[in-house]
């Protein structure tokens, strides 16, 4: 918080005397955001740590319901540039994927799939490639729900450097 300086910081009710919350611009842009990223990444705040509402964005879906709208208002306002097809079609992928996760529930074993937005969201990201695969018109609902479940399980299995 340091490196952004007090006038970013907001006091909010239900907090604790001296904790804050950090604030943002009137378009709804992070003060921290700058046009190469973050500026303060690696000395994020554990919000920023814990959650990041780019995923509904890219999976083309709310936060929530009427108790989210303000993280409503901030993934609507996503907007994201593909500097290539391979990147285009990867955000359609992820949006097919969390189409399906969706409308096929029933496709997933024991009719378990994620029904939170946090949950649809986030299997879609770890599954997307599933919906890179041009196999999928010849694979049923449930084939391609255990080809999701495989592709998270192996995200899962992936430890960053």
């Not at 010849?138 to 080809?147: G, K, N």
Request: aromatic share 8%.
């Amino acid at each position: 918080m340091a490196a952004l300086g007090e006038r970013w910081l907001l006091e909010a009710p239900g907090l604790q005397p001296g904790e804050s919350l950090l604030g943002f611009h009137a378009n709804g842009h992070c003060p921290a955001l700058e046009p190469t990223g973050c500026s303060i990444y690696a000395r994020r705040p554990v919000t920023c740590r814990d959650y990041d509402c780019r995923v509904f964005a890219a999976a083309d879906i709310d936060a929530g319901g009427a108790d989210k709208t303000v993280i409503n208002a901030r993934v609507r306002s996503w907007r994201f540039e593909h500097e290539t097809v391979h990147a285009l079609e990867t955000q359609a992928a992820v949006r097919a994927a969390a189409t399906f996760i969706r409308s096929q529930r029933e496709a997933f074993p024991g009719g378990r799939a994620p029904t939170s937005p946090t949950g649809i969201a986030v299997l879609a990201l770890k599954a997307y490639g599933v919906f890179l695969e041009p196999v999928n018109e010849q694979r049923s609902s449930e084939e391609i729900a255990r080809a999701m479940i495989e592709a998270s399980r192996r995200f899962d299995l992936v430890r960053p450097a």
